[in-house]
């Protein structure tokens, strides 16, 4: 922050003393450029100022966004988590089909569902929280366990053929159930909210069993286009809403339709297993944009309002001269 200081003074010393010498230079043609009061606007006086501060501001925020180093200001995990994020994510062939997401350019299901689940990630506060991945097709088995890295869970999210590592076979995701119950039961009571991910389309019906009472919330998030089907090794898959729906009742949660867009903030503002804390005043980092986007502002304005409003009498200037006709006293017009 020192430096970053000491720059944006230097940047300030400098722009104004150029800002003296090119004064001195304009008195010359002062006339030519503003008329015959050889005077701007009087809002224009004050541009010398405003480039000063700006340039100030510009580099100061610059040098503190150069120094910024977010693994520096990542806070130092909790050894004793309060709080869990428990996901069971389906990585059957068919989250590989691409009809999800809300543009005309669809993308994996897969994909668009670890897009959805980053919103809920970047709520996380990573000091006292944290993710255990459970993914499941023909079987369940347990990816991450416990892990303050979101960015390793998001990274899973990205179009990995992660079905590759199971056996063929018909979905199973009573199993991944069971066994992220199992994982969770030990855990602190009101603790965990768990994320269910999926496209529905499954061989057989889930009935999962009482949830712990370590789970605070539950939610349900469906994939897929969920009237348009896509055809898969001579099956139509498409989202099965009415079976996640079902599912979300049974284990007392929400369902969300996430082929199109993410989880209402009212949604996530009700997880109070994961809500952040509220950090307390503004961060470096934010101190840094605020500057550098306000005398970047500054300095790029300034010129096209002078270029416009700079003379005297600008402000009622029309675009373009216009000739004055005077009439002659005879009705002529000269």
């Known amino acids: 922050m020192v430096i970053a200081l000491v720059t944006g003074l230097a940047a300030a010393l400098l722009a104004f003393a150029a800002e003296r010498r090119h004064a001195r230079r304009t008195a010359r043609v002062a006339r030519l ?14 541009a010398p100022a405003v480039r000063t501060a700006g340039m100030g501001l510009a580099a100061f ?8 180093d977010p693994t520096a200001h990542r806070a130092e995990p909790n050894p004793r988590a309060a709080r869990q994020l428990l996901v069971v994510l389906d990585v059957s062939p ?29 709520r996380l506060d990573m000091a006292d929280t944290r993710v255990t991945l459970v993914a499941f097709y023909s079987k369940a088995a347990v990816m991450l366990r416990t892990s303050d890295d979101k960015d390793l869970v998001a990274g899973l999210m990205d179009g990995l053929p992660l079905y590759t590592a199971f056996k063929p076979g018909e979905t199973d995701m009573q199993s991944a159930l069971d066994e992220a119950f199992d994982i969770a039961r030990p855990w602190a009571r009101g603790s965990t909210t768990l994320v269910v991910i999926s496209d529905g389309d499954l061989a057989k019906p889930v009935n999962p069993g009482r949830r712990p009472a370590s789970i605070a919330d539950a939610i349900v998030i469906g994939v897929g286009d969920p009237g348009r089907p896509t055809v898969l090794a001579g099956h139509a898959s498409r989202q099965d809403a009415w079976t996640l729906k079902a599912l979300a009742g049974r284990l007392d949660g929400l369902y969300h339709d996430g ?57 009622h200037a029309q675009p373009g001269a216009r000739r004055r006709r005077t009439e002659h006293p005879e009705g002529r017009f000269a």
């Open 33 to 46: 450029a503003f008329g015959p009061s050889g005077t701007p606007a009087r809002w224009a006086r004050a």
């Open 61 to 68: 925020g610059a040098v503190v966004l150069a120094r910024w």
């Open 94 to 122: 068919s989250m590989n089909l691409t009809d999800a997401g809300p543009g005309v350019q669809k993308q994996m299901r897969g994909v668009w569902a670890g897009k959805v689940l980053r919103g809920v990630l970047d």
């Open 259 to 315: 082929n199109v867009r993410h989880l209402p903030s009212d949604v996530l503002d009700r997880l109070t297993s994961i809500a952040p804390r509220t950090a307390s005043g503004v961060g470096e980092r934010e101190l840094g944009l605020a500057s550098l986007a306000a005398g970047a502002t500054m300095l790029g304005a300034l010129a096209p309002a002078l270029v416009r409003f700079g003379a005297p009498g600008a402000w």
